[in-house]
């Protein structure tokens, strides 16, 4: 195969995920981020079968002065396309969306999203402290003085949907549930001993409705991905998984602007991406949704087209979101019990991917009610205090 330096490209490629992996996770005393990336980025290369020298893209946020110049540098990379997209939770779904446009238009070949965070260890060795907000500085100077928490705006939102359609905090309560019963078949899950509905209503209060199993974990850990252009597919370890469409959307910064607080972007996004997929969220076999707290799992739901607005409490229970469910979610445990070392949102493009390729072990693997894989899977990140949106249709052959 050329180089992907030489020769013109052609635009309208399709694009596939050529390898996916995760760095060491849960707790990781002794690395660094940049450990973690590297460690990330070569099992996912190795998962490709691809060389590396085919890598001419590159995309990172979180981590360095001049990201993602200084851990492509870290990683021996130099790519001729660049991403450094932040925009919480939702930027790796966002930057996957940005970077197969890039190698559809024939912009770059391959594509390499990586990322890494020691944010459990660095809390616990004192050298950083819990953030409580984002900043003081431009709109968001108008509510910080008032104590208003990143937290305090989800569970604001969460108390909204409750008020207005009657969701329970049983309800919410049941996405932790489940999560948590999902990834008790996950060997690099951080918690995986099963929980009630009544553990979770009975935990301390962080901020009402949420108690603290209503709330992610806090974790270390990294993840990277690859994408590739069609060409290179023949030369892959393993069958591709297609990115079949995605969407990105905005919405806001402070809550005086968010419209309604029981509608997030991905409503705007999911929407985006099934058109462009070419697909309906009845065809989807499984999905991985950003969930930093429970609400958001239930709204995004909601939002993507699973169930009607005001309805997510009454479709999360009856273990709908079982890894044998109805529609399985966030199947590893998500940030409530895998892992949550910052911004999740590139761990669910990974569990999708392994999902898709049958890879997730005989204990978790989704099947199709006729026992066959999965082909089509939903990843949504969530950034921000629902402040953006990105959401990635994947397929398999």
């Known amino acids: 195969?050329?180089?992907?330096?030489?020769?013109?490209?052609?635009?309208?490629?399709?694009?596939?995920?050529?390898?996916?992996?995760?760095?060491?996770?849960?707790?990781?005393?002794?690395?660094?981020?940049?450990?973690?990336?590297?460690?990330?980025?070569?099992?996912a290369l190795a998962d490709s079968g691809l060389d590396r020298s085919v890598i001419d893209g590159f995309a990172s946020a979180g981590l360095g002065t001049l990201a993602p110049v200084e851990v492509a540098e870290y990683l021996g990379l130099r790519p001729t396309w660049v991403d450094s997209t932040s925009v919480g939770g939702a930027t790796w779904e966002v930057m996957a969306a940005h970077a197969a446009d890039a190698i559809a238009a024939g912009h770059a070949d391959a594509v390499l999203l990586v990322y890494g965070s020691t944010a459990r260890a660095d809390l616990k060795a004192r050298r950083r402290t819990a953030n409580l907000s984002f900043g003081a500085r431009g709109p968001l100077q108008f509510e910080v003085p008032y104590g208003h928490t990143l937290i305090a705006k989800y569970a604001m939102a969460?108390?909204?949907?409750?008020?207005?359609?009657?969701?329970?905090?049983?309800?919410?309560?049941?996405?932790?549930?489940?999560?948590?019963?999902?990834?008790?078949?996950?060997?690099?899950?951080?918690?995986?001993?099963?929980?009630?509905?009544?553990?979770?209503?009975?935990?301390?209060?962080?901020?009402?409705?949420?108690?603290?199993?209503?709330?992610?974990?806090?974790?270390?850990?990294?993840?990277?991905?690859?994408?590739?252009?069609?060409?290179?597919?023949?030369?892959?370890?393993?069958?591709?998984?297609?990115?079949?469409?995605?969407?990105?959307?905005?919405?806001?910064?402070?809550?005086?602007?968010?419209?309604?607080?029981?509608?997030?972007?991905?409503?705007?996004?999911?929407?985006?991406?099934?058109?462009?997929?070419?697909?309906?969220?009845?065809?989807?076999?499984?999905?991985?949704?950003?969930?930093?707290?429970?609400?958001?799992?239930?709204?995004?739901?909601?939002?993507?087209?699973?169930?009607?607005?005001?309805?997510?409490?009454?479709?999360?229970?009856?273990?709908?979101?079982?890894?044998?469910?109805?529609?399985?979610?966030?199947?590893?445990?998500?940030?409530?019990?895998?892992?949550?070392?910052?911004?999740?949102g590139l761990f669910l493009l990974v569990e999708a991917v392994r999902q898709l390729r049958g890879e997730a072990g005989p204990d978790r693997q989704v099947h199709r009610p006729d026992g066959t894989l999965p082909h089509l899977a939903v990843a949504s990140g969530t950034g921000g205090w629902f402040c953006s949106s990105g959401t990635v249709v994947l397929g398999r052959d």
């Not at 030489?6 to 596939?16: C, F, L, T």
């Not at 270390?220 to 591709?240: R, S």
Request: hydrophobic share 40%; glycine share 10%.
């Open 158 to 344: 969460a108390r909204r949907h409750m008020h207005q359609y009657g969701t329970t905090a049983e309800q919410l309560a049941q996405v932790a549930v489940q999560a948590r019963a999902n990834a008790a078949a996950n060997p690099d899950a951080l918690y995986r001993d099963p929980i009630t509905v009544d553990d979770v209503l009975a935990g301390p209060m962080i901020a009402d409705p949420f108690t603290k199993l209503h709330c992610c974990i806090r974790s270390d850990g990294g993840c990277a991905v690859l994408l590739v252009a069609e060409d290179h597919v023949p030369d892959l370890a393993k069958p591709p998984v297609w990115v079949l469409g995605s969407g990105t959307a905005v919405s806001h910064t402070t809550m005086s602007d968010w419209d309604d607080f029981t509608v997030s972007p991905a409503a705007v996004s999911g929407r985006l991406a099934f058109e462009r997929a070419g697909v309906r969220p009845s065809e989807i076999d499984l999905a991985q949704i950003y969930d930093a707290f429970t609400y958001m799992t239930l709204v995004t739901l909601e939002d993507l087209g699973f169930c009607a607005k005001g309805e997510g409490g009454a479709f999360v229970e009856k273990g709908r979101l079982l890894r044998d469910g109805a529609l399985p979610v966030n199947t590893d445990g998500g940030g409530l019990a895998a892992c949550h070392p910052g911004m999740r």
């Open 1 to 43: 195969m050329p180089s992907p330096a030489s020769g013109p490209r052609s635009g309208n490629r399709k694009v596939a995920v050529a390898g996916v992996a995760l760095s060491d996770c849960g707790r990781v005393d002794e690395a660094t981020p940049y450990a973690l990336h590297a460690q990330a980025a070569r099992r």
